[in-house]
Every structure is written in structure tokens, then in C-alpha cells.
């Protein structure tokens, strides 16, 4: 494998992320975006995101409980040449709003959009006519299965799943999960740039929607959002329950709010349309949960602009 560039399709919070991680491990790396106000909403992110790194890097130096394993290993750890490598991303990460010009000569090509199954479908149909023969796709999607798409991208041996999970830097795991039609090439080189850019890359054997990290967390978050929907207590009361029962360091609202409103109203959404999405037992467990309620706190937090921490408000204010 000799993957060189990068293209990101979507700079939301993961997107971003992913976007950051690559360019700070060499790759050369472009963020494709719809409009000029993605533009505008992914700038800030990416400027963040170099602060980030930065604070971790000089927190990494004299704490250990601080390291962040995809910035440095511990044994070799070099302080200046961290802080060059997170300049450096910052400088050559490029947005591009031409979807052709973005995949010229591009190995990978990683779509990281919102988990909406009909946004992902029509932007496939328009990747496909444009991307070099060489180049392989993923999906980040964190529900939804390759095999669902696999068709539309125009070359399924070529096509799976590289699922992130949030804040990379520091929880460095990349679940890659092939689909039928995927040649095992494919899912091997994946697993290696999985690895070169430091994350700790996790085989899923077997098409499973939530994956490994989601099929755990999904259903703690809904249980969660359940209960403040259903008017059971407030969301700080059941972020305390939790973090303070378990030694947890975050309840399901912090969490909600980190990987963004809009991310876990399209779950909702899915989980809504789809029950077959849930196994047995989770759907005998769920099934009770007010999912039509859930969609609708989330669309009104949404619709008054509160997405979380990367808009200063979401259930809590930042």
C-alpha cells in the first residue's frame, strides 16, 4: 500500500478530526465541502483543532494521565517535533468545494457525512464518475451498513466501513468492517492506514450496524435521552447519576453534546423508521422508548441552533 492523499468528504466534528489526524501523520489531505458556508463551519474546527493539539502536546510532556497515544508513543515522545507535525497539518490541510478537482489522483477518499441514508446515497452517485480507478472508499458512518451503499459507488470491492470514535487524538480506535463484495486487499490496506495514521485498528468480522464502539454505546445514550424525554429527570441529574454511580467521565447529555445534536438526531431518526435495526433483545429492551419524542427535543434543539459544543450550546452551555 502507498496511499499519498487523502480526500474527506464532510468537515463535521469527526470529519475534521480525521482530516487533522491524517495531514498530522503526512498524508496530504483535502476536506471536500458542499457549500461555502460548510466552509465557514469547518474553518473554526480545524483552527480548534490545532489548539487541541497543541494544549495536549504541552500537557503530554510533564503529566502522563494526559497522553494522547494518536499524538505520540510514550517511549520516544519528542515535544518539538509533535508541535512542528501539528503546525504542519494545520498549514496543509486544503478545502476544496469542486468534488472532481478534490479526488484528482486521490488513494482514499473517506466520506464522513451526516448519517443520513439518502444524503450518503446521492453523494455516492456523484463520487462515482469522478474518482480515479485506484481509489478506494470508506464510509465513517456509525450505523449504517456498507452494504447499503455498495452499489452506488460504483466499485464495491473497493468499499467498506472506517469508523472513528470521537476526540481521535486521545481515543485512538478505527473499527473497520468490510461488506460482501469487498475484495480482502481492500480491507487490509485499510486496517494498515488505519495504523500509520495511530489509530488502534479493530477488525469487525461480520456486517453488524453500531459496530463494536456504537452497538455498546447507542443504546446507553437512548436509555439516557429516554428518561429526559419521558419527563423522568433533567439532563444534568442523569449525567451526574452516571458519572458519579459509575466513575464514568461523562453522562449521555456530555456526550450527546461532544459528538453533536444533529448526529444524534439522525440515530434517532434511523432507529425510529428501521426496528429491524435493533436485535432481538435490544429491541424488546427499546422498543417501550418514546423515539417520536426523542426526534422532536432533538429537532427543537437543533432548530434553535444549539448542536453542541462546536456551536457553544447544546444541552449544557460551553
Known amino acids: 500500500m502507498s496511499y499519498k492523499k487523502i480526500v474527506i468528504a464532510g468537515g463535521g466534528?469527526?470529519?475534521?478530526?480525521?482530516?487533522?489526524?491524517?495531514?498530522?501523520?503526512?498524508?496530504?489531505?483535502?476536506?471536500?465541502?458542499?457549500?461555502?458556508?460548510?466552509?465557514?463551519?469547518?474553518?473554526?474546527?480545524?483552527?480548534?483543532l490545532k489548539e487541541v493539539y497543541l494544549k495536549a502536546i504541552e500537557e503530554m510532556e510533564n503529566n502522563p494521565n494526559a497522553w494522547c497515544a494518536g499524538i505520540a508513543d510514550s517511549d520516544n515522545f519528542n515535544k518539538e517535533e509533535c508541535v512542528k507535525k501539528a503546525n504542519a497539518a494545520y498549514e496543509k490541510i486544503k478545502l476544496e468545494l469542486d468534488l472532481a478537482k478534490a479526488c484528482e489522483n486521490a488513494d482514499l477518499v473517506v466520506e464522513a457525512m451526516a448519517e443520513n441514508a439518502d444524503d450518503k446515497t446521492a453523494f455516492y452517485k456523484k463520487l462515482a464518475p469522478v474518482l480515479p480507478?485506484?481509489?478506494?472508499?470508506?464510509?465513517?458512518?456509525?450505523?449504517?451498513l456498507p452494504s447499503q451503499f455498495a452499489k452506488d459507488t460504483g466499485r464495491p470491492e473497493k468499499y467498506l466501513s472506517l469508523h472513528f470514535a470521537n476526540s481521535i487524538w486521545k481515543n485512538n480506535t478505527a473499527e473497520v468492517m468490510a461488506q460482501d463484495k469487498t475484495e480482502k486487499k481492500y480491507f487490509d490496506e485499510i486496517m494498515q492506514f488505519a495504523n500509520e495514521i495511530r489509530m488502534i485498528a479493530l477488525p469487525v468480522n461480520k456486517e453488524k450496524s453500531g459496530y463494536l464502539?456504537?452497538?455498546?454505546?447507542?443504546?446507553?445514550?437512548?436509555?439516557?435521552?429516554?428518561?429526559?424525554?419521558?419527563?423522568?429527570?433533567?439532563?444534568?441529574?442523569?449525567?451526574?447519576?452516571?458519572?458519579?454511580?459509575?466513575?464514568?467521565?461523562?453522562?449521555?447529555?456530555?456526550?450527546?453534546d461532544t459528538v453533536g445534536l444533529t448526529t444524534a438526531y439522525n440515530i434517532v431518526l434511523q432507529y425510529q423508521k428501521v426496528p429491524g435495526l435493533l436485535s432481538p433483545l435490544l429491541k424488546k429492551m427499546m422498543m417501550p422508548y418514546n423515539f417520536k419524542k426523542m426526534a422532536e427535543v432533538l429537532k427543537k434543539y437543533i432548530d434553535e441552533g444549539k448542536l453542541g459544543i462546536s456551536s457553544g450550546e447544546g444541552f449544557y452551555k460551553y
Open 133 to 144: 480507478e485506484k481509489t478506494v472508499v470508506v464510509t465513517n458512518s456509525s450505523t449504517l
Open 213 to 256: 464502539l456504537n452497538s455498546m454505546l447507542v443504546p446507553f445514550l437512548l436509555s439516557g435521552l429516554d428518561l429526559y424525554v419521558s419527563g423522568v429527570s433533567d439532563p444534568k441529574s442523569i449525567d451526574t447519576a452516571w458519572t458519579k454511580g459509575t466513575g464514568a467521565p461523562k453522562g449521555p447529555f456530555q456526550i450527546f
Open 13 to 48: 466534528v469527526l470529519g475534521s478530526q480525521i482530516a487533522f489526524q491524517s495531514a498530522y501523520c503526512g498524508f496530504d489531505v483535502i476536506i471536500w465541502l458542499r457549500s461555502e458556508g460548510s466552509i465557514g463551519r469547518t474553518q473554526p474546527k480545524l483552527d480548534k
